[in-house]
């Protein structure tokens, strides 16, 4: 079982900059992948970032990239994603995932290969 907790959630006016914090506890943080989510209201949760188990690598939405940064500390247990240049549109609720390191990179976008989430965390963005 890996517990995991998101914090660093808020209002932030539009341009405005946010860094969520994903802690993770349990199991060995290093078996597994992690991956940031979002779910806005009335849709479908969808892809933000993934960094591998190690942090050799990481992968964006395209409709985020150059906006954010995920990176991880696995002395910590510990995954971040820094946000800058925040829309109204990226209103939503962030969500950080586990993903088992036997899976491959091109399993890091896909929700459903995910074993553990978190409760979220909301990021309102005013205009």
């Known amino acids: 079982q890996v517990h995991l907790v998101e914090s660093g959630g808020g209002l932030v006016q539009a341009g405005g900059s946010l860094r969520l914090s994903c802690t993770a506890s349990g199991r060995t943080f290093t078996n597994y992948h992690m991956g940031w989510f979002r779910q806005a209201p009335g849709k479908e949760r969808e892809f933000v970032a993934a960094?591998?188990?190690?942090?050799?690598?990481?992968y964006y939405a395209d409709s985020m990239k150059g906006q954010i940064t995920i990176s991880r500390d696995n002395a910590k247990n510990m995954v971040y994603l820094q946000m800058s240049s925040l829309k109204p549109e990226d209103t939503a609720v962030y969500y950080c995932?586990?993903?088992?390191?036997?899976?491959?990179?091109?399993?890091?976008?896909?929700?459903?290969?995910?074993?553990?989430w978190g409760q979220g965390t909301q990021v309102a963005v005013s205009s």
């Open positions: 995932g586990a993903l088992r390191r036997d899976f491959t990179v091109q399993e890091l976008g896909d929700m459903t290969k995910y074993d553990y």
């Open positions: 960094i591998t188990w190690s942090g050799g690598a990481t």
